[in-house]
């Protein structure tokens, strides 16, 4: 289900639309600890995390009280989707940088 999001489809003869991978080795579970580090990160409350990652809390005055408001959704989705626009950008900056060839050599002792 992931895996072509992973790995991208360069190597299909004729895909609708040609897609990079996203990071060579990335695992989905991998993927679920980097979100959870990134909410942190971003101070998303414990509970909208839990949510989220489909988790519930050990306190249970928390998990039964606790709710999580549409601002804090939508102040994650902010977060979670600038973090993605920025590694886009980072990507695209990396693959347009063109890399001088090694000297030859033979040009190193000339």
Not at 17 to 34: A, C, Y
Request: no cysteine; hydrophobic share 35%; aromatic share 4%.
């Amino acid at each position: 289900m992931f895996r072509p999001a992973v790995d991208g489809n360069l190597r299909l003869p004729h895909p609708v639309v040609r897609t990079h991978p996203v990071r060579p080795g990335l695992t989905f579970h991998g993927l679920r600890h980097s979100h959870k580090t990134w909410m942190i990160a971003d101070g998303i409350p414990e509970i909208a995390q839990a949510r989220r990652l489909g988790h519930h809390l050990d306190n249970r005055i928390i998990e039964a009280y606790s709710h999580v408001a549409p601002e804090v959704e939508q102040r994650l989705l902010r977060h979670l989707e600038h973090r993605w626009h920025h590694a886009q950008a980072d990507r695209s900056r990396e693959s347009a940088t063109p890399t001088a060839p090694e000297p030859d050599t033979a040009e190193r002792h000339n």
